[in-house]
């Protein structure tokens, strides 16, 4: 039987609830709901009304004392929130209808976007059309849509079920032409802005199930819903329970300008956060990005270490001895395709890489890179309970295996708070 399940005490109407780092609670959540009425509807008095919430402020700090808390960090596209979703699909804490229904409208974006992208790769690298005239149609009716639709984005998602019907046979067309495939198999050689940064990682796998994400009444299944991917721009808190000790999960946006809530969740958190969990996509080793600001290329892998190396030295202070860092090194089924099948040279993208001892197209030699790298950021001086982890947060059975770590630091701190002094 598994030791994780959703939480159904005190948060359970709360799910994912969306959270201000100025405020105590939920946005809009509060202890006068329904305060104004007792039992068959009876008026309450106002004694009464401040008994209630009296005794809601009793409740929300008997419950606040037993969380524990796991702040989840990491880069754009680095996997957060799909590691949420599935420790979500494992312990059967299933989506709501507004959920399903905002997933669906999220694999339009993913693909509707993703398509384009590729598009302006294939303009871009000069690659030929294999069928010209059926290509040229589906691009001027993509185009014809998009003046209809407007831009559409990670944020925003809005292009409803009958735009993207109606898109769907061109973008079939276009996904048919074998240009347009080699532009995808070619995408890391183009680099964009942060606003492209994580398109086409999950396109082909769209594009194949195309026939049924193209269905009147098309409802996204578990495994559509973990391969969407869409823009974190807040805090997030997801409740479970594990053997009666309640956890609570902080999901903060990665994107450059969602990073300056890192430091302060910390602070608001301090002393009372188990565990940090921080992401790196490592699949990312040889993928850039454009900074707006400065157009300065910015490599992915080296964007996470320098992050996760700025958090750990500029803000030890808000670590404490109790806690764990836990590392993923997340996307490691992209990453091994790209070393083992690809062949892709990894020496070309990181100058640290000792090709002179190690191989660069060796799957172990890298991972054993990408670990002593790690070391190397990680503060000696800095007394924190360390683990780490190559993991995939699309394989079940693998998050399953590597939220281990996360509940042995909660079992731990848990027996030692509960020994008596």
């Not at 014809?144 to 973008?171: K, M, W, Y």
């Amino acid at each position: 039987m598994s030791l994780l399940c959703p939480c159904t005490s005190g948060r359970s109407s709360q799910r994912d609830a969306k959270y201000s780092l100025n405020s105590a609670g939920p946005s809009g959540s509060g202890a006068t709901g329904g305060a104004n009425a007792g039992r068959g509807g009876r008026k309450l008095t106002p004694k009464q009304i401040s008994d209630q919430i009296d005794e809601q402020i009793k409740q929300d700090k008997r419950r606040r004392r037993q969380e524990r808390r796991i702040l989840l960090l990491g880069t754009a596209a680095s996997g957060k929130s799909t590691f949420l979703r599935s420790l979500r699909i494992i312990h059967k804490d299933q989506f709501d209808e507004r959920e399903v229904r905002s997933f669906q409208a999220v694999i339009y974006a993913n693909v509707w976007r993703g398509i384009m992208k590729l598009l302006f790769i294939k303009k871009q690298l000069g690659i030929k059309w294999e069928s010209s005239k059926p290509g040229i149609a589906a691009v001027k009716s993509m185009l014809a849509l998009e003046s209809e639709i407007g831009q559409v984005n990670v944020v925003s998602c809005n292009i409803t079920e009958d735009q993207f019907l109606r898109a769907a046979p061109h973008i079939r067309t276009l996904w048919c032409d074998s240009g347009v495939r080699e532009s995808f198999e070619r995408r890391h050689s183009v680099q964009g802005d942060e606003e492209f940064r994580d398109v086409g990682e999950n396109l082909d796998y769209y594009l194949n199930q195309l026939d049924s994400i193209a269905m009147p009444g098309y409802r996204p299944t578990e495994a559509h819903i973990l391969h969407s991917r869409r823009f974190t721009d807040s805090v997030f808190e997801k409740p479970l329970m594990y053997n009666g000790i309640p956890l609570l999960i902080i999901d903060i946006g990665g994107h450059t300008n969602e990073r300056r809530k890192w430091a302060k969740t910390l602070r608001v958190f301090r002393g009372e956060l188990q565990s940090v969990i921080y992401i790196i996509a490592c699949s990312t080793f040889n993928e850039f990005y454009t900074k707006p600001a400065t157009g300065e290329l910015i490599n992915k892998l080296d964007e996470s270490f320098d992050c996760l190396r700025h958090l750990l030295e500029i803000k030890t202070e808000l670590f404490t001895p109790d806690m764990s860092l836990i590392v993923f090194f997340n996307k490691d089924d992209l990453f091994s395709y790209k070393i083992e099948t690809l062949r892709v040279n990894y020496a070309q993208y990181d100058t640290s890489f000792d090709s002179q001892r190690y191989d660069p197209t060796n799957l172990g030699h890298v991972r054993e890179h990408l670990l002593r790298r790690l070391n190397v950021v990680l503060n000696a001086s800095l007394q924190l309970k360390k683990y780490t982890h190559f993991t995939t947060s699309i394989d079940l059975s693998n998050v399953r295996r590597v939220f281990k770590d996360v509940q042995d630091t909660v079992m731990h701190n848990f027996i030692r708070e509960a020994l008596p002094t």
